[in-house]
Each structure stands twice: as C-alpha cells, then as structure tokens.
C-alpha cells in the first residue's frame, strides 16, 4: 500500500485498517490535507542506526537537509506543449507529441508533488537550530531546499547573526535563470557569510544542455544563454569572495548535464561542443561523467515514451522504474 501526500496523512489509517474496497486504487492512499509546518520543523538526529556487525549502532550525521520550500514553483502551472521525435525514429520534421506539462519534462516529482509553496523563517531556524554540531560548536554542512533559495538568503544568515546560531555551510541547488536574476542579493548574503564564517556551495545547477532545442524538449523553461550567463557568475563571484563562495566540480558541486538523448543531431552535438569550449566547461563545471536521459514513468516523457510506442507499434526496454528510450527489444536504436 502506498500514501500519496504528506506523511502525516497516514496517522488516521493507523488507528483504523483501511478498507480497500473503499479506494478507488487498491494500492494507493491519496491523501488531500495540506502540508503542515508543524510536522516539518523537527528532526530527531540522534535516533539514527545502521546494522553493524550484527547490532545496531548510532549513525554519525555529517551532512542534512533542511526544507524551506515544498515542490518546485516551474512546476506550480501545467503547460501544453510539443516534444520532438527521437531522431532515431523521426521521418518528418512535424513529427512530434503533444503533451501536457509541470515543470522539466524528465521530472517525476514534479508531476507528483507541483508546487506547495515556502515555509516560514521560524520553520526553517527550528529546523536548523536542531541539527547536530560538529566538533568546533558549528552546525553540520546542511543542503537548503529551495531551488530559488537566493533571494531570502540574506533575511536567514541576517535571523542566524541574531540568534547567535553558528553555521559551517549551506548548499544550494539552484536553477541558472533564478540564480542569475538574483544575484544582488546572493552578493549580500556572500558578504554576511564572510562576517560568519560560513561557507556557500552551490552544490548544482541543472544545466542539462548548452544547445537550445534539447532544453525545449527538456521544458527546462530557459536558454542556453542563461546558462552560460550563469557559469559567467558563478565565477565572478569565486574571484570577489573566494573563502565564502564556492561552485567547482573540484569544491564538491556536481551540476547536471544529460547526455546522450534522444534528440542528439549533428548540429546539437556542435553546439554543446562550442559552449564547452569557448566557456571552458570541462575546467570546473562539467561532472565527470554526463548522465543520459533517464525517463520515470511517471514523468511527462514516461508519457511521451508511451505515446511513440503507441504511434509506431514498438516498446521501449524497461528497466526497473525507468523506460530505456535507447533500445527497443534486442535492437539499439541510437
């Protein structure tokens, strides 16, 4: 039995059996109540085991999340819009799908879980005043949940300054259009951080691409120009604030870039090439390894997938959750 919806929404099922005939699916809860703040502030740290040597034994905690925003707000919207072929099956440069949209295309909680909004400050500084402490009294290093954490950065390390709360390093994962336009305030924060001894990693930014048309069928919303605008920024801010700013592959961040897809031609394939070349990508933004395109099934492109299937009489290779786009039976396709 699964629950769809916060984890709390199970708490009425505990205290009576759930009648399956009363679900209109058998294998899921769907549960409608909001998302409460009040469940989300506290985290016991210290009730963590792992199996050791036939006993359990306490879990060192060395790195933690703190949530200060539920979903994604690029997916906050459905949007219609037009997925190309893959290139590998596409006669015709009409052929495409048409599909319904939230957020990236690829993302799966996206279509599950949308937008829910931002918590309160109050929340966020419970949260953060619970974790455990390293050994110099500051908190541990923590990832900031909230893909558009920048803009309210400096109202949190300003709240951290008067609570008198010690702080190693926050991590972000940002997305590059938000990252940009919020560069102001990103400089405020850096030069708090610098007065508290804290360090910001911007862990990742998913890139995914530096070629426009492979974006688009990502529905990442934006351009390759922004993302390299971003990579532009993100270096000019390592040079005015090299001990508090950090974004490198060699400082630990590790950004998204997909490769190979579907949609891989000539002309994409020159244009990532370029953008890695005259921007030195390979120097400190590309991870060491591209991922390739992995569709869930419950993504937009699990619908996409489904649909060409349909179209052309084929099925895709399955693997686990995922469809294998880039072979169909025993045949390769890319």
């Not at 990502?218 to 001990?243: C, D, I, Q, W, Y």
């Not at 031609?265 to 933004?285: C, F, H, K, P, W």
């Not at 993504?299 to 693997?319: P, V, Y």
Request: charged share 25%; glycine share 6%; proline share 5%.
């Amino acid at each position: 039995m699964a629950l769809h919806g916060p984890a709390e929404g199970i708490l009425p099922f505990l205290k009576q059996p759930i009648l399956r005939d009363t679900l209109s699916d058998p294998g899921l809860v769907n549960v409608s109540s909001p998302w409460k703040e009040s469940f989300l502030t506290k985290v016991h740290w210290d009730n963590l085991y792992r199996l050791e040597d036939g006993a359990l034994k306490p879990l060192s905690v060395t790195s933690a999340q703190v949530l200060q925003q539920i979903g994604c707000p690029h997916a906050s919207q459905s949007k219609v819009m037009e997925i190309d072929y893959p290139v590998a099956l596409k006669r015709r440069e009409e052929d495409k799908v048409t599909l319904t949209v939230k957020g990236c295309s690829f993302c799966d909680v996206a279509i599950d879980k949308g937008f829910h909004g931002v918590l309160s400050l109050d929340a966020v500084l419970q949260q953060i005043q619970r974790l455990p402490q390293q050994e110099d009294g500051r908190k541990i290093p923590f990832e900031l949940i909230n893909e558009n954490a920048a803009p309210a950065l400096p109202a949190l390390l300003s709240r951290v300054q008067a609570d008198g709360i010690r702080l190693s390093q926050i991590n972000l994962t940002l997305r590059a259009d938000w990252f940009v336009s919020a560069q102001k305030s990103l400089r405020e924060a850096l030069v708090l951080a610098g007065a508290l001894g804290i360090r910001i990693l911007l862990g990742s930014v998913g890139f995914e691409s530096f070629d426009d048309r492979i974006l688009a069928n990502l529905h990442k919303g934006l351009e390759a120009e922004t993302n390299l605008r971003a990579v532009t920024l993100m270096r000019e801010l390592k040079n005015e604030f090299p001990s508090q700013w950090a974004y490198a592959r060699q400082e630990g961040a590790v950004h998204g870039f997909i490769h190979p897809t579907p949609w891989d031609t000539v002309e994409t394939e020159s244009n990532n090439r370029r953008a890695m070349a005259l921007y030195g990508l390979e120097q400190d933004i590309l991870p060491e390894r591209s991922i390739p395109l992995i569709i869930h099934h419950a993504s937009a492109l699990g619908d996409w997938a489904r649909e060409i299937e349909r179209r052309e009489g084929i099925q895709f290779k399955r693997e686990g959750t995922t469809i294998g786009w880039w072979q169909v039976g025993e045949r390769f396709i890319v």
